[in-house]
């Protein structure tokens, strides 16, 4: 299955791979760090009360989902946040939002037209 415009027309297996990136509090808080600006492994572990492995593992979850990519620097690795891939994820939100807005415009319709207090309708009709 296919995803809308939202995301470059990315296969349901990749949305599903950003979105599970994005439902952890500290991956979310990389892709905030590295949009701002590149952070070396190092630089990011130091944020954060767990090992170095750990960190490690967030930034290969994130770049599996094309949330962020490493690039080597020397001997430090430079971790940057895709702006591309989040606005992909904004668009495609914004597009699920306008889904629900219309199916609740549509909810709404259906319980006006039943709507027993509205004097000008006839119940009985």
């Known amino acids: 299955m296919v995803v809308h415009e939202g995301l470059a027309q990315l296969s349901q297996d990749e949305v599903d791979r950003i979105f599970h990136a994005l439902a952890d509090a500290t ?3 990389i892709v ?3 949009l701002d600006k590149p952070h070396s492994v190092s630089q990011l572990a ?6 170095f492995a750990a960190v490690q593992k967030h930034v290969a979850v994130l770049e599996r989902a094309g949330l962020v990519a490493k690039e080597r620097r020397g001997r ?3 971790v940057r946040g895709s702006r591309e891939t989040v606005a992909g994820v904004r668009s495609l939100l914004e ?3 306008q889904i629900w807005r219309q199916r609740a415009a549509a909810m709404e319709a ?5 709507d ?3 004097p000008g309708k006839d119940s009985r009709t």
Request: no cysteine.
């Open 27 to 29: 991956r979310r808080d």
């Open 32 to 34: 905030a760090r590295v």
């Open 46 to 51: 130091d944020q954060y009360a767990m090992s």
């Open 76 to 78: 430090e690795q430079l």
């Open 95 to 97: 597009e699920y939002e």
């Open 110 to 114: 259906i319980l006006a037209e039943d």
């Open 116 to 118: 027993p207090s509205d």
